[in-house]
């Protein structure tokens, strides 16, 4: 279970890492809207699948789901991802 834990755990950070890069590099940190090509307030493994971190292999959309999918709907909704986005900083 530990193991498990710490996985999770850097998968987050794999992922709060790549967000922050890209606003680094002057991309600006990742819009909602933006992300959610179908405006239906939900990010599906579709359009986390079309982010350029996991296009470049540092992420799973599996592995963001479990992380970021707190009421396990299989997207991870505005607030959702608003809440994690705090916890990294980014708001």
Not at 6 to 28: D, K
Not at 58 to 84: K, P
Request: proline share 2%; no cysteine; charged share 15%.
């Amino acid at each position: 279970m530990k193991t498990i834990t710490t996985l999770f755990a850097a998968i987050a950070m794999s992922f709060a890492a790549q967000l922050v890069s890209a606003q680094g590099m002057g991309m600006g940190a990742p819009d909602f809207a933006t992300m959610d090509t179908d405006s239906d307030g939900e990010l599906s493994a579709e359009e986390l699948a079309a982010l350029p971190f996991v296009q470049s292999g540092n992420a799973q959309v599996d592995e963001i789901l479990t992380n970021w999918d707190t009421d396990s709907s299989g997207t991870v909704s505005e607030a959702e991802f608003n809440s994690r986005a705090m916890g990294m900083g980014m708001g």
